[in-house]
């Protein structure tokens, strides 16, 4: 429980995102209606707004990512905040500084976010745990936990294409087990209330305990997909696998690749998406990522939006009683 | 509390006023905004009034405002849609009350964010003292005397009523 609650401040509103999961139906729609404002800043000839003017954001990120990092720079940058990558190879935890001790330095400086991406599951929850009262940490992925922001733009990528979640049918296929992204978009489209949430894994990449998720599992593709609205394709984590998970890249192309033929199971006005990177060839072919149905770079660009609301949403609270302004 | 039920004389005088000063500067092609919430009510109803070619504007200002770190994010921010460009063209800026300039601050900021306007007019359907800016309307519905605590609200969008408010 006390992952969860970390997020919210005493009056309920998110001081950090760490997760998707115990995020509130209301809380969501907030995120992605102020999302949905920001899109029209790329209009403007200075695409910026003055909000967080004076702010620095500080994208800590020990796991490589370019499109993560690149849109929450974006998005931090588009609110006029300052932005600081740190580069935690080439940084002084290699040389023995403890991450806590690095942290309380950028503190020092007075630092007002930490974006965090970690390989480890609980890295963002650990940080947030330990900065002082006036700093917010984002979670921008934690092992195969969460991927909250991800998330929160997926949803805002299928509420944009086919309106209200209700009536909707989404099946997201793929390796389940070792994907925050799909754990962060499973507890997002359960609370927004979906008509039918499916999986669709060979047992391999499924978790344990899948179906309490509110998720009806699926083994076969063509069937997983029937008249699905919404196709999420997630990305094979081969770097995630130990053992024999997987016959093989080939095999698994032939039996829960996404291709043309197969994408005909679904509705014919499908949307297909992904959270990249795309191996082509390997979860879904060519022809479908880059066809008609694919939002795959609408998922990209709604990405800056979705993160411009979340940081001016966390870092735009009216101090609270008793925190520090 | 006191109301002013007839809205509409005030709106149409506006309405003539603006198209006496359009004409008077030869204005072609001009582009009216409404600031979200009272402010487009307003623009809605000058906008049909004055037959203007482009479409209605409109502008929240709450990623612009001076008091975002004293007062938090806005819970319900609206899209800002322009629906062309404003470089080089006459921006006819409506809002519901003046007070303090502030608002009218922000959105001109705002404005500016999206090109280089020729010119803008301000257009208000009520003005009021208590001043903090050097910002002033050019074209006024009313002007109100007010007390220190007292407030004008305009509530809509149908029908449209200025009513004081004492403050609490």
Not at chain 1, 300 to 309: E, F, K, Q, T
Request: glycine share 8%.
């Amino acid at each position: 429980m006390r992952r969860h609650s970390l997020q919210h401040d005493g009056e309920g509103r998110l001081r950090h995102l760490l997760t998707t999961e115990g995020l509130k139906r209301q809380q969501i729609v907030d995120i992605l209606d102020t999302a949905e404002s920001f899109i029209s800043v790329s209009d403007q000839q200075v695409r910026k707004v003055p909000l967080l003017r004076g702010k620095t954001v500080v994208n800590l990120f020990f796991e490589a990512s370019t499109r993560t990092l690149t849109t929450f720079e974006l998005a931090a940058k588009r609110l006029s905040a300052d932005v600081l990558k740190i580069n935690i190879d080439t940084s002084a935890t290699v040389k023995g500084e403890s991450l806590l001790d690095m942290l309380h330095n950028l503190e020092a400086m007075q630092c007002d976010m930490f974006v965090v991406r970690h390989a480890d599951s609980g890295a963002a929850h650990l940080i947030a745990q330990h900065v002082a009262p006036h700093v917010s940490v984002i979670n921008a992925g934690d092992g195969s936990h969460a991927h909250p922001t991800q998330a929160l733009l997926d949803m805002f990528t299928i509420r944009r294409r086919k309106g209200e979640f209700a009536p909707l049918t989404v099946a997201i296929v793929g390796d389940i087990k070792h994907s925050r992204v799909a754990r962060s978009q499973i507890h997002a489209l359960t609370t927004l209330g979906v008509s039918e949430l499916r999986v669709v894994a060979p047992k391999t990449l499924l978790p344990a305990d899948v179906e309490t998720l509110g998720v009806h599992v699926f083994h076969d593709l063509d069937e997983g997909l029937r008249d699905a609205d919404v196709v999420i394709m997630l990305r094979l984590q081969k770097e995630r696998m130990q053992g024999a998970m997987l016959p093989s890249e080939g095999e698994y192309f032939r039996t829960y690749g996404l291709t043309e033929e197969r994408l005909e199971a679904a509705r014919p006005d499908a949307i297909v998406m992904h959270p990249g990177p795309i191996n082509r060839g390997v979860e879904i072919a060519s022809s479908v990522a880059d066809g008609p149905q694919s939002v795959i770079l609408e998922q990209v660009s709604n990405g800056i939006a979705v993160r411009m609301a979340v940081m001016s949403m966390v870092l735009g609270r009216a101090p609270a009683e008793g925190e520090g302004a | 509390m006191t109301e002013q039920d007839d809205i509409e004389p005030l709106i149409r005088q506006m309405a003539d006023e603006l198209r006496a000063r359009l004409e008077a500067a030869r204005v072609r092609d001009a582009l009216m905004v409404g600031i979200h919430t009272g402010g487009l009510w307003v623009a809605q109803r000058l906008h049909g009034l004055l037959g203007l070619e482009q479409p209605l504007g409109e502008l929240d200002i709450s990623f612009y405002r001076d008091d975002f770190s004293r007062i938090g994010m806005n819970p319900q921010v609206r899209p800002s849609r322009l629906p062309v460009s404003v470089d080089e063209r006459h921006i006819i800026l409506v809002d519901d009350i003046l007070h303090t300039g502030r608002t009218i601050r922000a959105a001109m900021n705002e404005l500016f964010d999206y090109g280089r306007p020729a010119a803008i007019t301000l257009a208000v359907l009520g003005e009021r003292s208590g001043r903090e800016l050097p910002i002033q309307a050019d074209v006024v519905g009313r002007h109100f005397d007010l007390g220190e605590h007292e407030h004008v609200k305009l509530s809509g969008p149908e029908p449209l009523r200025l009513s004081i408010v004492e403050a609490p």
